[in-house]
């Protein structure tokens, strides 16, 4: 009985293929994988969602402070029409005294 064993491999993948002599035995054809491509895929897919997830904080932070910025203004703008409207409420005092006589 001889045995012939040849191996090929192409940096990824080794291929083993066993052949005996003999009419009733069959050919063996092992295939290994190097693994280094799952690999390269898992690290690909963590970044991606590392990516992703930094871009979603971003925005949410982002909204935040636009939010805020938007309710300072609001208060600012609050605050100047009650100091405006105490100004011409004091005008217009001022007004209608200097116009009526005082009456005792």
Known sequence: ????????TDGVTTEREVTRDGA??????ERRGGGMGGILIGIGVLALVAIVAFFLM???????????AVTDAAANVSQAAG????????AAQQAADSVTPEKK
């Not at 009985?1 to 090929?8: G, K, L, Q, S, T």
């Not at 100091?83 to 004091?90: L, R, Y």
Request: charge should be negative; proline fraction near 3%.
């Open 1 to 8: 009985m001889v045995e012939r064993v040849v191996e090929r």
């Open 24 to 29: 009733a035995t069959p050919v063996y054809v």
């Open 83 to 90: 100091k405006a409207a105490d100004g011409v409420s004091s």
């Open 58 to 68: 971003n925005q949410s932070n982002n909204d935040a402070v636009r939010t805020e």
